[in-house]
């Protein structure tokens, strides 16, 4: 492990031997396997990604990564927009109840791992000291992040996942602009009553489909109409009659 600092934050970064080591067994307790032929994890998404069905899951339209906005996301004068502005920069960060809710837990510390999962077998044993398929820790801050998923040895391009140590939540998500977060009942609950309640993330979502996603394209390997709709059924929501069109 090595400490790297970067625009007022400390990382550390993990090779591949220690990521093994220190963090895959959580991530594996986490979700459900990519192999599993019901995994969310697919070219054509299927119904499960936590491995504890008891958690409590909502989605979001946004790069987990790099996710502030510059506009109200609720629209002008909507006072709901206030749980999601950071004052310093004045713009909009979606995981930000996620974040404020980790640290009143304690929770200072935020694993990044890339989602492309290394071959079974090396050549070189000694690669896995210096690999991509690393991981490198943040803290919970919308600004940290964004510097951690392009660091090595982790490089989050596209998909890729976020958690910590105690396993009680974990975000799949992409670059390209959605998210998935699970956890312990008693953290999301908290996650929803910083945001404004579980209506507000549902309608957040909705809004940024009508918005911002319903013209874009995404690139060829996400099929976007079972992702929309794969992230309506984790969430308990009911997908909009637009989500349906290819």
């Given at each position: 492990?090595?400490?790297?600092?970067?625009?007022?934050?400390y990382?550390?970064?993990?090779?591949?031997?220690?990521?093994?080591?220190?963090?895959?067994?959580?991530?594996?307790?986490?979700?459900?396997?990519?192999?599993?032929?019901?995994?969310?994890?697919?070219?054509?998404?299927?119904?499960?990604?936590?491995?504890?069905?008891?958690?409590?899951?909502?989605?979001?339209?946004?790069?987990?990564?790099?996710?502030?906005v510059?506009?109200?996301?609720?629209?002008?004068?909507?006072?709901?927009?206030?749980?999601?502005?950071?004052?310093?920069?004045?713009?909009?960060?979606?995981?930000?109840?996620?974040?404020?809710?980790?640290?009143?837990?304690?929770?200072?510390?935020?694993?990044?791992?890339?989602?492309?999962?290394?071959?079974?077998?090396?050549?070189?044993?000694?690669?896995?000291?210096?690999?991509?398929?690393?991981?490198?820790?943040?803290?919970?801050?919308?600004?940290a992040?964004f510097?951690?998923?392009?660091?090595?040895?982790?490089?989050?391009?596209?998909?890729?996942?976020m958690?910590?140590?105690?396993?009680?939540?974990?975000?799949?998500?992409?670059?390209?602009?959605?998210?998935?977060?699970?956890?312990?009942?008693?953290?999301?609950?908290?996650?929803?009553?910083?945001?404004?309640?579980?209506?507000?993330?549902?309608e957040?979502?909705?809004?940024?489909?009508?918005?911002?996603?319903?013209?874009?394209?995404?690139?060829?390997?996400?099929?976007?109409?079972?992702?929309?709709?794969?992230?309506?059924?984790?969430?308990?929501?009911?997908?909009?009659?637009?989500?349906?069109?290819?």
């Open positions: 492990m090595d400490v790297m600092y970067r625009s007022g934050h990382h550390r970064r993990y090779s591949q031997r220690e990521t093994d080591r220190l963090f895959r067994p959580t991530l594996h307790g986490i979700f459900v396997p990519e192999d599993d032929p019901n995994s969310f994890v697919k070219r054509d998404p299927g119904p499960d990604l936590f491995q504890n069905r008891d958690w409590k899951i909502f989605a979001g339209l946004a790069d987990p990564w790099g996710g502030c510059t506009n109200p996301p609720l629209g002008e004068n909507d006072p709901r927009n206030d749980h999601f502005l950071n004052p310093e920069s004045m713009e909009w960060e979606m995981l930000r109840p996620l974040f404020h809710a980790l640290v009143e837990q304690e929770i200072d510390e935020i694993i990044h791992m890339g989602g492309q999962l290394p071959e079974p077998e090396t050549d070189n044993p000694d690669s896995l000291d210096d690999s991509f398929f690393g991981a490198v820790t943040s803290p919970p801050l919308q600004d992040t510097f951690a998923y392009s660091q090595h040895p982790a490089f989050v391009i596209g998909e890729a996942y958690f910590s140590r105690n396993g009680r939540w974990g975000i799949y998500g992409s670059t390209d602009g959605f998210f998935v977060c699970g956890g312990e009942p008693g953290l999301i609950d908290r996650v929803f009553q910083l945001a404004g309640g579980e209506d507000c993330l549902k957040l979502f909705y809004r940024r489909f009508r918005t911002s996603n319903s013209n874009e394209l995404w690139r060829s390997m996400l099929p976007k109409t079972s992702i929309m709709l794969g992230m309506c059924k984790l969430s308990g929501w009911d997908p909009l009659p637009e989500m349906y069109d290819p």
